[in-house]
C-alpha cells in the first residue's frame, strides 16, 4: 500500500532542479537574495503533470479570491474560452466568483497575453520546442499573473497549469509565486480511441474523454472508425453501431475549443468485415464475407472515392490515417493471382491509390506500418508526404522497437510512433506493461526522429470499459509534452492529487496501486488476457491443474483487489468524482470474481478428495459437503451465482455510462452463460445427492461437472 487511508498525499521529495543559463543568477547576488528571498522547491507543491521544462518558485503567494481574469489585447473567441475555463475553476475553488474583464486595469489579476495568431491546432510540418507555437510562459507574483504565447493554444496549456498551481480552497486558495517556461519535447501527442472493435461509446463520453485529454495536453484526437461513421449512400452499413454527421461534426467543434484536432483513423484496406458482411458489398472483399478490400476489383477504387470526398468534407483536419495494418489475406490473394501479384505490389498499389485520394483534399496521409516493415521494399516506394506510423504495445529493450523503427528511419520516412494503454483483452488495465511500453518506445521514437507519439486504446474483446484506461492517457500524453521520463512510482500519487484532491487521493493512488498488482497477479494464473480466459471452464483438466497449483496467486489476487475497492470506496465516500472512479471499482469487483470462480473448482476439488471413495455417513456429508457446497443459504455454488449476477448488474450501469446499447446484450449473454455453467453445477451435484446414498463410489468430481 503506497499511504495509509485518510491521510493526506506526502509530496515527493526531490533535489531542485538546476536552472539553465538563462535563469541562473549570479553568485554573489544569489547570496543577497538567499537572505531576502528565500527559494522553495518544487517539493513544496502541487505535482504538475506534464512537469514543465523550465520552473523556478518563489515564497509569496498571490490570493485567488479579489483576483481577476484580463486580456492584453483584444481576445478572441479561443482566448475567451480558455478564460472561461480558468475563472469557473478558480471560482470553484476559491468559491467566489472569478470575474473576466475584457479592457481597463488588471490589478491582482491573471494577465492572458497572446502575442501572435490563433493558431488553435496543429499543423502538418508542425515543430516542438521552445520556439514552438504551444510555448508558454508564465510569472505569478504576489502582486499578480501574466501568462504569455504566441498563439491560443499555448496560451490554453498555460491555464492547464495555472489549474493544477492552484494550492488549498476557499479564502486560503493561493497561487505560489513561480515562474514557468514550457514547451512540447514532440509536436504530435496524440490518443486514438477505437469506436468499431467493440462498444459504441456516447457522443458526451467523447466529449468527456476530449476535457480528461485536454488537461494533459492532448493536440489530436484519432478516431478509429472501421464502419462506425454514417456515410450518404451506405445506411445498410453497421446502422445502430455509427455516429452520425451531426454528432461527429459536434464533437470536432469541441475538440478545437480545447486545441484537439479529432483526426479520421480509417481502415481503407483491411479490417473491414463490416463492410463484406453486407451482401451487397461482399464481392468487394478478396475472400467472401473476408475482412480485407480486392485491390484488383474496379469497384473498390468508386467505392473509396466516394468516401474520401464525405470524410474529406466532414473532417477539417489536415490529417487523415488510412489504416492499412495487418493486411494477412493480402498474401492469398497474391498466391491466386499468380506471381505477377506480389503481396508489396499489390499493397503499395492500393496504399498509393488512396493516398492520391486524399491529396486531391490537401490532406497529409497517415498509415499503419506494420506492412512496410514486414516487406521492407515497401519503405522506398511510399508515396511522397506520407506519414508511417510504427505501433508496437508491448514493451521490451531498444532493439525489440528497433525493428519497427529501423527501416523507417533508413529511408528518412516521416514517422510517428503508436503506444497503447494495455485494457483490451483485460480485466483491468495492465498499466504497468503500458508504463513500461510508452517510456521505451518513445526513448526509442526521440533517437529516430520520430514526429510524435499516438497513445491507442483498443476494444478487441468487445468487452472492456474505457474509463480505467483513462490513467494510462494521461501517462502517455504527459510523457509526449516532457523531456524526462515520467517516474513510475510518482505517478499514481500525483495524478491522483490532480485528479481528486486531498483528502480522497491517497486513497485513489493506493488503489490504483493495488488494481496494477491485482491484475499482475491474476496474469500469473490466467495468462496476459485476463479478460477472455475468465470465462473459462474451470474444471477443464488444463485449467484445473493450473488452478490447483497457484490457490496462493489467486488468493492475493483477490486480497489485492478488496483492499482496492475499500480504498476506492473511501475515497468516494469523501466524495471524490464517482464518474471516473466507479467504472474502476467495478474493475476491482470483477477482479475479485475473476479470483473466487478459479479458486472455487480446485478447492471443491480437495474437499471432495476428503470425503473418501464413498459417501460417508448422512450427517458427514451434510456437514462437510452439501451445506458447503449446493445448499441455497450462501454456499459455494450460490456464492457465484450471486456474485456473477451481482457482477452484471454493475457491468450493465458502467457500459450504459460509456456506451450506447450497440454490443451491450452480447457482453452480457457471457454473464447470462457464467450464471447458467454454475446453476447446472449445483444442479447436477444435487441430483447426485439426492440419487445416492452412504456407501455409494464417489467418481471423480470432474466427472460430474461435465
Known sequence: MLF????????????????????????????VLAVVLPVSSAADHNPLLPRPQEI???????????MSICFAAPPGTEDRFAAGELSRDLSIRANVAIPIMEGGHCEHGILLNRTGGVDALPVPGEQPGAQSREAYSLKVTADGATVTAPSSAGLYYAVQTLKQLVEGSGPQAVLPAVEIKDWPALAYRGVMVDMSHGALPTEDEVKRQLDFLARWK????????????????????????????????????????????????????GHLHDLFRVEKY????????????????????TLLTDWAGQIAELFPSPFVHIGFDETFQIEIAAQEHGAAAQPAELFIRQLTAVDNLFKKYGKTVMAWGDIMVKYPA?????????????????????AHYQHWLGPLAAQHTPHIIATGVTCWNQVMPDYARSFENIDGFLAAGRQSGALGMMNTLW????????????????????????SVPLDHQTF???????????????????????????????????GDETLLSLWNDPFSPAMLKRTSEQLAGLRQTRLTAEDAEEHLDAALAQGADPVTLESIRFGARFLDFAGQ????????????????DRRPKDQLWWNEWESLTTYPDHSRLFDLMDAVTGIRTLYRREWLEEYTPYRMGTALGRFEKEYQYWLRLQEKLQAFSDSTREGTTLPPLESIAH
Open 282 to 301: 461482399s464481392d468487394l472483399s478478396d475472400m467472401p464475407h473476408g475482412v480485407e478490400f480486392d485491390p484488383r476489383n474496379d469497384k473498390v477504387i
Open 459 to 482: 476494444t478487441d474483446s468487445a468487452q472492456n470499459l474505457l474509463r480505467p484506461a483513462w490513467p494510462g492517457l494521461a501517462y502517455g500524453s504527459s510523457a509526449a509534452w516532457q
Open 597 to 612: 470462480k478459479f479458486q472455487t473448482a480446485p478447492e471443491l476439488q480437495e474437499a471432495w478428495r476428503r470425503l473418501g
Open 378 to 398: 515497401i519503405v522506398a516506394q511510399l508515396p511522397p508526404g506520407l506519414i508511417a506510423v510504427a505501433w508496437e504495445y508491448d514493451p521490451g529493450p531498444a
Open 492 to 526: 499514481f500519487p500525483e495524478y491522483a492529487r490532480l485528479m481528486y484532491g486531498s483528502p480522497a487521493a491517497p486513497e485513489v493512488a493506493a488503489a490504483l496501486k493495488d488494481l496494477t498488482e491485482s491484475e499482475l497477479d491474476l496474469q500469473k494464473v490466467l
Open 4 to 31: 495509509k487511508p485518510h491521510q493526506p498525499v506526502p509530496p515527493p521529495r526531490r533535489r531542485p532542479r538546476a536552472l539553465p543559463k538563462s535563469m541562473q543568477i549570479p553568485g554573489m547576488l544569489l547570496s
Open 218 to 269: 492532448t493536440n489530436q484526437y484519432y478516431f478509429y472508425s472501421e464502419a462506425s461513421i454514417e456515410l450518404t449512400g451506405f445506411s445498410l452499413i453497421n446502422p445502430d453501431g455509427r455516429f452520425s454527421k451531426e454528432e461527429l461534426r459536434r464533437i470536432i467543434a469541441y475538440g478545437r475549443e480545447r486545441h484537439i484536432d479529432v483526426i479520421p483513423c480509417l481502415e481503407l484496406f
Open 56 to 66: 523556478h518558485y518563489g515564497t509569496a503567494e498571490l490570493a485567488v479570491r479579489g
